[in-house]
C-alpha cells in the first residue's frame, strides 16, 4: 500500500507542479501584455517588465490551485482507472480509501497553503506590483495607503492624512493637513470631516467642517465652522489609492470594516470579501475530492477529456462563486452565505462522492 501511494503522490505532484506553475505564469504573462500599451511609451526595461510578471504571480497561482487540484486528480486516478489499476487493487485485498487518504492531506496542505499565501505573499506582492505599475507609467505616487488611513501629498507641498475615507460619499473623516514652507512646517490644519463639492462652483473643491488652524510661527489657533481647501485633489486620487481585498489580509480589512461601521457607514462589500479570504482556501480540499471520487466512479475517454471536465466544473464553480459575492456585494443577500453557500455545496457533493466510492 505504501508503495502505491508514494507512486501515485509522485505522480500526483509532478503533473500538479507542472501545471499550477504553467498556468500561473501563462496568466501573469497575460496581464503584462494588457498593460503593455500604458508601459511602452514609457520605455521601460526588460527588468522590471519581468518583476511586474513575477509579482503578479503568487496572486493568479492563490486563484489556479483549486483548479490545477481538481485536473491533476481527475487525470491520474482517470488513467489508473482506465488501466484497471485500481480494480486490480481491489481484487487484491486492497482498499482504495485507504491508499487515498494521503490525498486528503494533500488538500488541507493545500488549503492551508493557499489561507497563508493569501494572507502573507499575495497582499504584499500586489502592492509591490501597483507601486512598480506606477513607475513604469512614469507616475508619480501621491497618495499611500496604510491600515485604513491615507496619506497624500498635496498640490503645494503639503501633506495630509485621512483617517477614513468613504468612496461611496466622496467623504473623508479625520483629515489632518501639514502646510511646508521651504521644507518647514508653517501651518497644521485639522477638520473633523472634509466633503467633495461640485455643484455652482466652476472650480470642484473640499469643504472642510469644524476646523481648528495652528499657525506655527505665530502660536496662534483660530477655529472655523467651514474652510475651502482646493488642494487636496479630486476624489478620484483617492479612490485610486484605496487598496483592493486581495493587498489586505483579514485583520487589517476587519479593522477597516469595523471603523466604518464606528462612523455610521456600512460597506456591503468588505464584509463579503472579510469571509471570502476565509472559505475560498478550503475548495482546494474539496477540488481534489471531488476530482478522486469522479474517476473512481467512471472511467474518461481519456487525459484530455479528464482535463477538459476538470476545466468545464472550474469554470462552473468560479462563475457561480462570482456570482454569490455579486450577490453579496449588493446587500441582495448577507456576506456570510454569499461566501459560503457555493464552497458548502461543493464541500457536500465532494465528501458525498467521495464516501461512495465502492472498496
Same mark, same amino acid.
Given at each position: 500500500?505504501?508503495?502505491?501511494?508514494?507512486?501515485?503522490?509522485?505522480?500526483?505532484?509532478?503533473? #500538479?507542479?507542472?501545471?499550477?506553475?504553467?498556468?500561473?505564469?501563462? #496568466?501573469?504573462?497575460?496581464?503584462?501584455?494588457?498593460?503593455?500599451?500604458? #508601459?511602452?511609451?514609457?520605455?521601460?526595461?526588460?527588468? =522590471?517588465l519581468?518583476?511586474?510578471?513575477?509579482?503578479?504571480?503568487?496572486?493568479?497561482? &492563490?486563484?489556479?490551485?483549486? +483548479?490545477?487540484?481538481?485536473?491533476?486528480?481527475? *487525470?491520474i486516478f482517470?488513467?489508473?482507472?482506465?488501466?484497471?489499476?485500481?480494480?486490480?487493487?481491489? %481484487?487484491t485485498?486492497?482498499?482504495?480509501?485507504?491508499?487515498?487518504?494521503?490525498?486528503?492531506?494533500?488538500?488541507?496542505?493545500?488549503?492551508?497553503?493557499?489561507?497563508?499565501?493569501?494572507?502573507?505573499?499575495?497582499?504584499?506582492?500586489?502592492?509591490?506590483?501597483?507601486?512598480?505599475?506606477?513607475?513604469? /507609467?512614469?507616475?508619480?505616487?501621491?497618495?499611500?495607503?496604510?491600515?485604513?488611513?491615507?496619506?497624500?501629498?498635496?498640490?503645494?507641498?503639503?501633506?495630509?492624512?485621512?483617517?477614513?475615507?468613504?468612496p461611496?460619499?466622496?467623504?473623508?473623516?479625520?483629515?489632518?493637513?501639514?502646510?511646508?514652507?521651504?521644507?518647514?512646517?508653517?501651518?497644521?490644519i485639522?477638520?473633523?470631516?472634509?466633503?467633495?463639492?461640485?455643484? /455652482?462652483?466652476?472650480?470642484?473643491?473640499?469643504?472642510?467642517? =469644524?476646523v481648528?488652524?495652528?499657525?506655527?510661527?505665530?502660536?496662534?489657533?483660530?477655529?472655523?465652522?467651514?474652510i475651502?481647501?482646493?488642494?487636496?485633489?479630486?476624489?478620484? @486620487?483617492?479612490?485610486?489609492?484605496?487598496? +483592493?481585498?486581495?493587498?489586505?489580509?483579514?485583520?487589517?480589512?476587519?479593522?477597516?470594516?469595523?471603523?466604518?461601521?464606528?462612523?455610521? *457607514?456600512?460597506?456591503?462589500?468588505?464584509?463579503?470579501?472579510?469571509? %471570502?479570504?476565509?472559505?475560498?482556501?478550503?475548495?482546494?480540499?474539496?477540488?481534489? @475530492?471531488?476530482?478522486?471520487s469522479?474517476?473512481?466512479?467512471?472511467?474518461?475517454?481519456?487525459?484530455?477529456?479528464?482535463?477538459?471536465?476538470?476545466? &468545464?466544473?472550474?469554470?462552473?464553480?468560479?462563475f457561480?462563486?462570482?456570482?454569490? &459575492?455579486s450577490?453579496?456585494?449588493?446587500?441582495?443577500?448577507?456576506?456570510?452565505?454569499?461566501?459560503?453557500?457555493?464552497?458548502?455545496?461543493?464541500?457536500?457533493?465532494?465528501?458525498?462522492?467521495?464516501?461512495?466510492?465502492?472498496?
Open positions: 500500500m505504501l508503495k502505491l501511494q508514494r507512486y501515485y503522490l509522485r505522480e500526483f505532484l509532478k503533473l #500538479f507542479s507542472l501545471l499550477s506553475v504553467g498556468l500561473a505564469l501563462i #496568466f501573469s504573462i497575460l496581464e503584462l501584455v494588457e498593460k503593455m500599451d500604458e #508601459f511602452l511609451p514609457h520605455n521601460p526595461s526588460l527588468d =522590471n519581468v518583476l511586474y510578471m513575477l509579482l503578479n504571480f503568487p496572486k493568479f497561482l &492563490l486563484y489556479l490551485l483549486p +483548479a490545477a487540484l481538481l485536473i491533476c486528480a481527475l *487525470f482517470s488513467q489508473a482507472s482506465r488501466s484497471r489499476e485500481l480494480t486490480a487493487i481491489k %481484487a485485498g486492497g482498499r482504495l480509501k485507504v491508499i487515498l487518504y494521503p490525498f486528503i492531506t494533500l488538500g488541507l496542505g493545500a488549503s492551508i497553503f493557499a489561507f497563508v499565501v493569501g494572507e502573507t505573499v499575495v497582499p504584499d506582492f500586489s502592492k509591490r506590483a501597483n507601486q512598480l505599475r506606477y513607475t513604469l /507609467q512614469k507616475k508619480q505616487q501621491k497618495i499611500a495607503f496604510q491600515e485604513g488611513s491615507l496619506w497624500i501629498r498635496g498640490e503645494h507641498g503639503s501633506f495630509v492624512r485621512i483617517e477614513l475615507y468613504i461611496e460619499k466622496n467623504l473623508a473623516q479625520g483629515v489632518s493637513i501639514f502646510v511646508l514652507k521651504e521644507d518647514t512646517l508653517i501651518k497644521r485639522e477638520a473633523q470631516e472634509a466633503s467633495w463639492r461640485t455643484i /455652482q462652483n466652476p472650480e470642484p473643491f473640499w469643504l472642510l467642517r =469644524n481648528t488652524v495652528y499657525d506655527i510661527p505665530s502660536g496662534n489657533v483660530h477655529t472655523a465652522a467651514e475651502e481647501f482646493p488642494d487636496l485633489g479630486s476624489p478620484d @486620487l483617492f479612490t485610486e489609492g484605496m487598496k +483592493a481585498a486581495e493587498e489586505m489580509g483579514i485583520i487589517e480589512l476587519y479593522r477597516y470594516n469595523e471603523r466604518l461601521q464606528k462612523s455610521g *457607514f456600512k460597506n456591503t462589500k468588505l464584509p463579503v470579501d472579510f469571509h %471570502a479570504k476565509i472559505s475560498y482556501p478550503l475548495i482546494n480540499l474539496f477540488m481534489i @475530492l471531488l476530482g478522486i469522479l474517476s473512481m466512479k467512471s472511467t474518461f475517454g481519456g487525459g484530455l477529456f479528464a482535463a477538459g471536465l476538470g476545466l &468545464l466544473i472550474s469554470t462552473v464553480y468560479w457561480a462563486y462570482t456570482m454569490t &459575492l450577490l453579496g456585494y449588493a446587500g441582495v443577500i448577507p456576506p456570510f452565505i454569499a461566501a459560503w453557500f457555493m464552497p458548502f455545496v461543493f464541500g457536500t457533493i465532494s465528501f458525498f462522492l467521495f464516501k461512495k466510492i465502492p472498496e
